[in-house]
């Protein structure tokens, strides 16, 4: 079963705190987690965000949509990078998500089942279209 | 998430870290049986315990503290009537918090040494799969030592009681002992055949959880994933062995085909008549990557490689037509070659027919008529059966797939065998 883990950082002071961190020792603790997840046979995939001040937001509240620069948001809602993992249980991907490094108050780690595309009616011709897609990029 | 009685929690936290805690404590006291049942007896007071108090905050270290208590306890017990082990009790330091609530945990302790896990889960592969064990043993204490799951889990997967699993394993324990077998990754001069040993066992824990088809399948723990993440594992502990990457290739290109061996009613799909889009590409994707490790090692394919290799064929080919089966009968050549079988031959001699047409496979499959691997097998006569029916020969394809039919005891391969015969 794959799990996505949702790696959130929910307050300014925690974010704050982060960057005071030296960053070659975060790369050695981030590195370290990686491989404990990959010698354990169960990282899928993974990713990291740039911070949000770089990015930009479509806001729908208005028509036509606001393009605004920055954040979405407060900080409590920002998404700052994933680990894709497959495990048998929700519980082995809640050990894994205590596990999480660069912790500490104010990060949160979110878990979400990610379904996988035999669970869509398989007739529906857009679930034949992305089964395609899936196909010829590789992923299922 | 509920899990009111903690247990999930403790079986999670096990799955991922049985292999670190009892490498540490064989370790510690250089007992492997023992160690397993120190962890065993940690992992006991973990269900009582973290139910209670809640999951600790490091829940390995606090498996691994108690463990330890545990360790000098029985050294002191045992101290009574043995001086080795007096002597043992005197040396080990006793560490941690060894009353009061929650043992702390134990980072700069030399058990928890990052850089001796690695070597410490090698050595318990090959300590689990020892050639003085049997292949059930092997199986089940593999799956208990590095796998983390429990007796029940197994014998849920094995379909047998969980007492004859805890026999199993009790046993394997007191076969070690015995033989004196230590506690180590083999030295290069053995390290081959005690290799095969190891892949063999991960692969029989794969075929088991492939060929599933008997039993509840919604309670079975996925043996063929546990197998696949164990060659996962294996293959980054041991990088510079081709034929680990091998049979992690293997795996991942047969398990790609899982999403499309059930038809919508259950039954048995076969190979020709899948529908390759429901294969998984990822998986595929990752086999072949593997099989190309394994090839860049440069010293030609394996018993896993070969099959890897003859997996791969299928694996890219759009259809049955477009399979390249003069390399997949040159891959068969190979593995006859390496590991002669009746059933190798066979296989190849459909291979044959593919690539020459069933004249050329015709007296390949004859030849194998007397053989006793195919001895009241409906799989000769099925095969004869269609080489006949493509060959034109009617009367004849008929009395071989009937008698296919006759001896077939796999009621959805009756199915498809019955079907052809009724087309012909």
């Known amino acids: 079963m794959k799990f996505m883990l949702i790696w959130r950082v929910t307050s300014d002071e ?32 993974a990713e990291g965000l740039a911070p949000a001040e770089e990015g930009v937001v479509v806001d729908f509240s208005s028509e036509p949509p606001v393009v605004t620069d920055g954040p979405y948001g407060e900080t409590k809602e920002l998404f700052n990078g994933f680990y894709l993992i497959n495990v048998p249980t929700i519980q082995d991907a809640i050990e894994w998500a205590k596990r999480t490094p660069m912790t500490a108050a104010g990060f949160k780690t979110e878990i979400r089942r990610v379904p996988t595309i035999d669970e869509f009616p398989q007739d529906n011709e857009w679930i034949k279209k992305e089964r395609a897609w899936r196909e010829s990029t590789g992923q299922l | ?19 670190r805690i009892i490498g540490a404590l064989t370790r510690y006291t250089g007992d492997f049986a023992l160690a ?35 360790a000098i306890d029985a050294f002191r017990r045992r101290s009574a009537r043995d001086e080795k082990y007096a002597a043992m009790a005197h040396h080990l330091p006793e560490g941690g918090a060894l009353t009061g609530a929650e043992p702390g945990p134990a980072p ?58 805890q026999a199993r394993i009790t046993r394997a324990k007191k076969t070690l002992g015995a033989a004196g077998v230590p506690f180590e990754v083999p030295p290069v001069s053995e390290r081959p055949a005690r290799l095969a040993q190891v892949l063999s066992v991960v692969y029989l824990i794969f075929t088991e959880g492939s060929s599933a088809s008997s039993g509840d399948e919604v309670i079975r723990f996925d043996l063929a994933g546990e197998a696949q993440r164990l060659a996962r594992i294996l293959s980054r502990l041991m990088p510079e062995e081709p034929e680990v990457h091998s049979l992690l290739a293997l795996l991942e290109l047969t398990a790609a085909r899982f999403p499309a061996r059930r038809g919508p009613d259950g039954e048995t799909v076969l190979l020709q008549e ?10 595929i ?7 190309a490790k394994a090839t ?17 064929c299928h694996a890219l080919a759009s259809s049955v037509q477009e399979t390249n089966w003069v390399r997949i ?19 190849r001699a459909v291979a044959v027919s593919m690539a020459q047409g069933p004249a050329a496979a015709l007296p390949l499959v004859d030849s194998l008529a007397g053989s006793d691997a195919f001895k009241d097998s409906h799989q000769l006569p099925g095969v004869r059966g269609e080489l006949l029916r493509r060959l034109g020969r009617v009367d004849e394809a008929r009395t071989a797939l009937e008698q296919a039919v006759r001896l077939c005891g796999n009621e959805r391969e009756r199915a498809v065998l019955a079907r052809k015969l009724a087309e012909l």
């Open chain 1, 14 to 45: 925690a974010w704050g705190n982060l960057g005071e961190i030296d960053f070659d020792q975060m790369l050695e603790t981030v590195g370290r987690f990686n491989e404990e997840l990959i010698n354990a046979g169960v990282l899928v995939a």
């Open chain 2, 1 to 19: 998430m509920s899990d009111p009685t903690g247990r999930k929690a403790v079986a999670a936290v096990w799955r991922i870290d049985s292999a």
């Open chain 2, 36 to 70: 397993e049942d120190l962890a065993q007896e940690a992992l006991a007071e973990a269900l009582v315990t973290w139910p209670r108090e809640g999951v600790p905050n490091n829940p390995a270290g606090w498996l691994l503290t108690v463990g330890r208590r545990r």
């Open chain 2, 108 to 165: 700069d302790d030399v058990l928890w040494d990052p850089d001796q896990i690695d070597d410490d889960t090698l050595a318990l592969m090959f300590t689990s799969c020892h050639p003085v064990l049997s292949r059930e043993a092997g199986v089940a204490l593999t799956l208990r030592v590095i796998g983390g799951l429990t007796s029940d889990e197994i014998a849920r997967a094995f379909l047998v009681p969980t007492a004859t699993v």
């Open chain 2, 274 to 283: 899948q529908d390759r889009r429901r294969w998984d590409r990822s998986a």
């Open chain 2, 285 to 291: 994707a990752r086999g072949r990557a593997a099989l």
């Open chain 2, 296 to 312: 860049d090692a440069g010293r030609g394919y394996g018993y896993y490689g070969l099959q890897a290799a003859i997996a791969e």
């Open chain 2, 329 to 347: 009968v040159a891959l068969y050549d190979g593995l006859g070659r390496l590991a002669p079988s009746p059933v190798v031959d066979l296989n």
